[in-house]
């Protein structure tokens, strides 16, 4: 239950083009979603965050949907860039949990020129 | 410079020996946490600290150790007793209570031979 699950695994996107990478999860307790962009051999960095009490939040290119009903969030890369291939993570926590996180597995972008 | 300090950025051990890693953070942060990557993979949580003094065992913490003396310090110890103890360690802070933004350090690689 206290699981997300992300996909794909690797996804490949032409330069300009929308990316979308989706986590799901089932404990409805999960109250804080955020995702972090890796590149390789560096730490993971805060991309962009959302609160189950709003549905969409735009940071520039980044977007994250939020579904509570399907228990469903993704984020939508637009316009992307090869300089933003990296790997991404999608996590949630609760208010019980304190400030520990769940992660999902990840998923490795490619942006091709 | 705020920020989250990992040394050394690369390590290596003989099988058999004990290694401490070192994580120091100036943010301020009350909550600090250790986590394991392995090629290809998610982030696995070792240990967490929400307060001085005391901390908290993660989803791996089997054959690691933690001392939290210092609010702006949060070492981990890999035993000769970690099986598998080659890999990239990642360490990060948040605020306790809320918000749970967790911001990581670069990380350092491990390689046990």
């Known amino acids: 239950q206290q699981q997300v699950k992300q996909s794909p695994q690797s996804l490949i996107v032409q330069k300009g083009g929308i990316s979308i990478i989706n986590c799901a999860y089932e404990n409805t307790a999960f109250d804080y979603f955020p995702w972090y962009q890796q590149f390789p051999g560096k730490g993971p960095a805060l991309l962009i965050a959302i609160r189950p009490d709003v549905s969409e939040k735009k940071e520039g290119r980044f977007t994250i949907s939020f579904n509570k009903s399907a228990k469903q969030f993704s984020l939508h890369i637009m316009d992307s860039q090869p300089g933003d291939s990296a790997t991404y993570f999608c996590a949630a926590s609760t208010q019980t949990s304190g400030s520990r996180l769940t992660f999902g597995e990840g998923t490795q972008l490619t942006v091709n020129p | 410079d705020g920020g989250i300090t990992q040394s050394p950025k690369y390590l290596f051990r003989k099988e058999g020996q004990n290694v401490t890693l070192s994580c120091e953070q100036n943010?301020?942060?009350?909550?600090m946490y250790w986590y394991r990557q392995d090629p290809g993979q998610g982030l696995r949580l070792i240990y967490y600290s929400q307060i001085v003094n005391d901390f908290q065992k993660g989803d791996i913490a089997e054959g690691y150790s933690v001392s939290r003396e210092k609010k702006e310090s949060f070492p981990l110890t890999v035993t000769s007793a970690q099986k598998n103890p080659t890999a990239f360690y990642l360490c990060?802070?948040?605020?306790?209570?809320?918000?749970?933004?967790?911001?990581f350090g670069p990380g350092t690689r491990l390689t046990v031979t």
């Open positions: 943010l301020n942060h009350d909550a």
């Open positions: 990060a802070s948040s605020s306790f209570p809320g918000p749970y933004e967790q911001y």
